[in-house]
C-alpha cells in the first residue's frame, strides 16, 4: 500500500488523533447540550438529521473502498450515528418506559429490569440501527463505521453495567437535573465481581487489534485496525479509570455517604 508520508504516522499516530478528537468532541457536545436541558438537546437532534442522514450515505458510498480515505470516512460516520444515538436518549426521546429513579427496595434481577427499563427503547432503536447498516453494506467489504457503531454499544454497556455493579468512580452529581435519576441505579462501592473480567476482555481486545494492525502495516487492512484498536483502547481506558478512588467535594460528601 502506499502512504504520500512515512508508514508510521499512519499507524500509530493519526488513528489515535483521529479516535481521540471525536470521542472527546463529540463527548463534549452531547454533554454541553444535555447542560442546558433537554429542550436543546432535542432540537439538535432534529437539526442534526442531515447530518446523520449524510452518515448513512458516507456508509454506503465505501462500502466497497478499503483504502485509507474511506477508513476514516466510516471511522467518521459511524462515530457520529452513535453520537446520535447517545443524545436521543440523553435528551430524553429515545430511553424507555421507565423514567423514574429505582425503586429503594429493588435488589438484583429486580434492580436490572428498572435499569433496562430506562433504556429500552434506545436498545431497540440500536438493533433497528444494526439491521439498516447491515442492509445498506450487505454487499460491501469496508465495515470501519459498523464496528465503530456496535463496539461503542458493548463498551458503552460494559462500563454501564460496572456502575450498575458498583465501583469507586462515579460522579453523579455533576449529572444535569432531568438525568439524575439515572444516578439511582448506579452504587459507589469498591468494585464489583465484573470489574476484572471486563477491564481484561477491553484491554486484552485493544492490545489484539493493536497487533493485528502491526502485523498488516503494509496492508490496507492497517489503519482500518489501527482506527478500531484506538478506539477499544479509549474505552479500556474508560474501564480502567471506574476503578479510581472519586474525588467529590466536602459539601457532596456530607449530603450523600457511600453506600
Request: hydrophobic share 55%.
Amino acid at each position: 500500500m502506499d502512504y504520500p508520508l512515512p508508514l508510521w504516522p499512519h499507524l500509530y499516530l493519526y488513528p489515535p488523533l483521529a479516535a481521540i478528537a471525536l470521542w472527546v468532541g463529540l463527548t463534549l457536545i452531547v454533554a454541553g447540550l444535555n447542560r442546558r436541558g433537554p429542550l436543546a438537546g432535542r432540537v439538535a437532534l432534529v437539526v442534526a438529521l442531515p447530518l446523520l442522514g449524510w452518515a448513512h450515505h458516507e456508509l454506503w458510498a465505501v462500502r466497497a473502498e478499503v483504502g485509507l480515505a474511506a477508513a476514516y470516512r466510516g471511522f467518521i460516520a459511524g462515530s457520529l450515528i452513535w453520537a446520535w444515538h447517545e443524545l436521543a436518549f440523553y435528551c430524553g426521546v429515545i430511553t424507555g418506559p421507565w423514567r423514574k429513579p429505582c425503586p429503594p427496595a429493588a435488589r438484583g434481577f429486580a434492580r436490572f429490569g428498572y435499569a433496562l427499563g430506562t433504556h429500552l427503547y434506545h436498545e431497540l432503536a440500536v438493533i433497528a440501527e444494526l439491521a439498516l447498516m447491515a442492509r445498506l453494506l450487505y454487499d460491501g467489504v469496508n465495515f470501519v463505521g459498523p464496528l465503530v457503531f456496535l463496539l461503542s454499544w458493548g463498551l458503552q454497556h460494559s462500563a454501564k453495567l460496572n456502575v450498575l455493579l458498583g465501583v469507586r468512580s462515579l460522579n453523579v452529581e455533576f449529572f444535569p437535573p432531568h438525568l439524575r435519576y439515572l444516578g439511582s441505579y448506579w452504587a459507589r462501592r469498591p468494585a464489583s465481581w465484573f470489574f476484572v473480567p471486563s477491564v481484561s476482555v477491553v484491554t486484552l481486545l485493544a492490545i489484539m487489534l493493536w497487533l493485528a494492525a502491526h502485523a498488516h502495516r503494509f496492508e490496507a487492512a492497517g489503519p482500518r485496525l489501527a482506527l478500531i484498536a484506538s478506539l477499544v483502547a479509549l474505552g479500556a481506558l474508560e474501564h480502567w479509570l471506574l476503578g479510581l478512588p472519586a474525588r467529590r467535594p466536602a459539601a457532596v460528601v456530607a449530603q450523600q455517604p457511600v453506600e
